[in-house]
């Protein structure tokens, strides 16, 4: 760590503040994140994060490809641990813009993979936040898990992190014969796995005394910050895209929106968003049995990929709910083959940049779990 | 102020410079409008028109009503007020729009590039961008 030290007059005594840099190669800033820290002791007076290690600027290399079918691999690598969210979002885009008839089957296989995807995020998200904090084992335990969800990933599409499964209108093939099987397999299996983590994890005295009253954000705070999911939800507001601008076929499912209700501590702080994660894996596994109920059988789920995409004159600003929160994709068509403008809003870079207000005054220990909490995914925060 | 649409898509409602912050403070005051949170905010080079613009996507939360507002700038001079005193959340958009695009927001309080090192040539996102050669003696192409 490199380390300033600046002297600054105050007004009756000589006080020195320290500021260093936590990163670029910090293990739990979750990437190549740089967080220069004015320090004053102990405490954290002041937050600047560095951000564009990870640029590669995604939105020109959308612009230029040519063809809109050819984005949906650059969104993958936008958050590459929960990818499947990531090109439904951009697919769904496209499709408004078509006024696309999606067929049944195609939306329910939708639907299952990116909650199964939701699940593998938040094992993901809540695995490394204990283990920031020092808890080894659920890392281990949770890890199983989510291969578990990347075993049924790698059958369906072929790969296990970044896939290309959703093409505009449909899917790049049709799920394995045994998919409805495995999944209902690891829905059973992976149901009492939660009781486990609480168990070991959430109502760990440690841990609570870690994450409680830590990094309080106010719900008034958030909505004008813009953050959106769990974030938004451990502040108490209850608000999820699946239900209040429902998109694909959420609106036919039976399912409750986890808040934060300050029950260890304070309203808003790291515990209760990390408990609304921990909840929403139990409201997806809801989700996933209802959709391999009602899954019809039989369809073709190439049969409405266009064979040419072209677009008149127009834009949208389409959002679906991605495990971090609000992904908005701003596509402006100007006739031409692909995109005029695609702008991507990611959940991560919006929350990031309230990083300075929610952290302001604690504790440079606390730090780790502040920015653990609110589970960035630096890969879409620096697209 | 004008409303305007595509043939396919959204519409939304183009508004004068001049006018952008207190239309956005109305936006969000009005007890009939209430739109609390900016949920995107992005710069966008129009070539053919020698324009820069800056879209903002806005929604209301207790209401549940969206909108799309527009403001267009000539490029030579491209200065547009910022909203980041309405809404926090569009200091960081901002900055990217100038970083990519390179629209000046007047009374940010950090206008500073977000995603490319400060000392970066030109704007990536506009159309007519041509990637420097060297960036501090090392090559960036391939």
């Not at chain 1, 300033?4 to 007059?9: E, G, S, V």
């Not at chain 1, 808890?135 to 335990?141: C, D, E, M």
């Not at chain 1, 949208?316 to 609000?326: D, F, M, Q």
């Not at chain 1, 606390?366 to 890969?379: K, P, W, Y």
Request: glycine share 8%.
């Amino acid at each position: 760590m490199e380390v300033m030290m600046n002297k600054t007059t105050d007004s009756n005594s000589e006080r020195r503040e320290m500021v260093i840099n936590m990163g670029p190669q910090h293990p739990s800033t979750h990437g190549v994140l740089r967080l220069e820290l004015v320090l004053d002791g102990e405490v954290v007076k002041e937050v600047r994060p560095n951000i564009g290690y990870l640029h590669r600027c995604f939105e020109k290399y959308a612009e230029e490809l040519g063809d809109y079918a050819s984005v949906t691999p650059y969104t993958d690598r936008m958050d590459y641990v929960s990818a499947m969210n990531q090109e439904l979002g951009y697919v769904i885009a496209i499709e408004r813009l078509l006024e696309l008839e999606i067929p049944e089957r195609v939306e329910y296989i939708r639907v299952i993979i990116s909650e199964l995807q939701r699940i593998a995020s938040h094992l993901l998200g809540i695995g490394a936040f204990g283990l920031d904090l020092g808890a080894f084992t659920p890392f281990l335990y949770l890890f199983t898990e989510r291969e578990k969800i990347l075993d049924i990933f790698e059958k369906t599409s072929g790969a296990r992190l970044l896939y290309n499964y959703m093409t505009v209108g449909g899917l790049m093939k049709d799920v394995p014969k045994d998919f409805k099987k495995d999944t209902a397999e690891f829905v059973k299996t992976f149901r009492p796995k939660i009781k486990e983590l609480n168990d070991l994890l959430s109502y760990n005295k440690i841990f609570i005394n870690r994450t409680a009253d830590i990094g309080v954000l106010p719900e008034k705070v958030a909505l004008n910050y813009a953050a959106s999911g769990p974030v938004l939800r451990g502040s108490g507001m209850k608000w999820d895209l699946r239900k209040d601008d429902p998109y694909s076929i959420y609106d036919r499912f039976d399912f409750d929106i986890p808040v934060g209700s300050g029950e260890v501590g304070t309203l808003g702080d790291c515990w209760d968003r990390y408990m609304v994660r921990v909840r929403e894996m139990e409201q997806s596994l809801r989700i996933i049995e209802q959709a391999l109920d009602g899954m019809p059988d039989e369809g073709d789920v190439t049969e409405a990929v266009p064979k040419r995409i072209r677009l008149k004159e127009g834009e949208i600003y389409c959002r679906t709910e991605t495990p971090r929160g609000e992904l908005g994709y701003y596509i402006i068509s100007d006739k031409k083959g692909g995109p005029f403008r695609v702008k991507a809003r990611a959940p991560s870079f919006v929350h990031l940049s309230m990083l300075p207000s929610i952290s302001k005054g604690s504790l440079i220990a606390d730090m780790v779990a502040i920015v653990g909490s609110i589970d960035i995914v630096l890969g879409e925060v620096d697209r | 102020m004008e409303y305007q649409t595509g043939d396919i898509g959204e519409p939304w409602i183009l508004v004068e410079t001049s006018s952008l912050k207190p239309v956005m403070k109305t936006l969000r005051d009005d007890p009939q409008l209430l739109f609390d949170v900016l949920m995107c905010l992005s710069g966008v080079h129009y070539q053919k028109e020698e324009e820069l613009g800056v879209t903002y996507h806005i929604n209301s939360t207790s209401l549940g009503h969206k909108l799309a507002i527009k403001v267009r700038v000539p490029i030579e001079n491209p200065h547009v007020p910022s909203v980041e005193s309405i809404w926090k959340t569009a200091n960081w958009h901002e900055r990217e729009a100038w970083d990519m695009v390179g629209v000046i927001f007047d009374e940010h309080p950090n206008h500073k590039r977000i995603l490319c090192p400060e000392d970066w040539e030109g704007h990536p996102l506009r159309k007519d961008y041509v990637q420097q050669e060297f960036y501090q003696g090392m090559p960036t192409g391939d």
